[in-house]
């Protein structure tokens, strides 16, 4: 793991209005993630876990504090600058796969290419190809989502997560749609692109097991990151195991 922070964030906080007055979301969250690490962020629904990973990726604004993404100071940043951080430099999962339904799966993962420039369109749909093949769906370049399954979705939506050499991967609840035996098998699949890539890697779950494969596990409660004895071992015997 590279001691370089990726991501550093000091005193976070989120606070939305309604009709019923100010709900802060997010309070006093700190926050640092190195180069080439992994970290899972835990938490019961409606903690504020979501809320907490679109503002590292820059998707969302904080009302207060800071977030430094790369080297980049998102707090005031305005959003088509965002828009180019994210294009150039990350990557996302999500849980309900976010596919372009239009799209055949091999123009799917093409897009991110076609959006940033810098290859042609043969170039582009070359390297979405061959992230297809890798993630088992050389086979399937040519369908739509609704023909395919649930698994296979994550798995086109991984590959375009990747095909672009993003430097952080954003995973929100990536197995939430999918039944068990599915979800590991993505989840296996995720981890090991994510090695191969050397990207760093945040990831929501509510899934304990899942989050011990991380290097670190942030627990968000009632909008506060909270810090306890386990996860202090979990990180330590992670870090002292790579060396």
Do not use: W
């Not at 190809?129 to 050389?138: K, S």
């Not at 670190?216 to 004895?229: F, K, L, P, S, Y």
Request: glycine share 12%; aromatic share 4%.
């Amino acid at each position: 793991m590279n001691s370089d922070p990726v991501i550093e964030v000091r005193g976070l906080c989120k606070r939305v209005t309604d009709a019923t007055g100010e709900l802060t979301i997010l309070d006093g969250i700190d926050l640092t993630v190195h180069a080439g690490g992994s970290v899972a962020i835990v938490g019961a629904s409606g903690s504020g876990k979501s809320t907490l990973l679109g503002l590292l990726a820059g998707l969302d604004s904080a009302s207060a504090g800071s977030v430094r993404l790369l080297g980049h100071e998102l707090t005031g940043m305005a959003e088509d600058q965002r828009a180019a951080l994210r294009n150039g430099s990350v990557g996302f999962v999500f849980q309900s796969f976010q596919l372009m339904p239009h799209l055949t799966a091999l123009e799917n993962v093409a897009l991110p290419l076609e959006l940033q420039g810098g290859l042609s369109t043969r170039e582009a749909f070359a390297r979405a190809r061959t992230l297809l093949e890798r993630v088992g769906l050389g086979q399937r370049t040519s369908h739509y989502p609704k023909l395919l399954s649930g698994g296979e979705q994550q798995r086109v939506a991984l590959a375009r997560a990747f095909v672009t050499h993003p430097a952080v991967l954003f995973a929100d609840e990536p197995t939430g749609s999918l039944d068990a035996a599915t979800g590991h098998a993505v989840i296996d699949l995720m981890f090991e692109l994510n090695r191969a890539n050397g990207a760093t890697l945040v990831l929501v779950t509510h899934d304990i097991e899942l989050a011990k494969r991380c290097d670190a596990i942030v627990t968000i409660e009632a909008g506060h990151r909270v810090i306890d004895g386990a996860q202090a071992a979990h990180a330590a015997s992670r870090v002292e195991a790579g060396r």
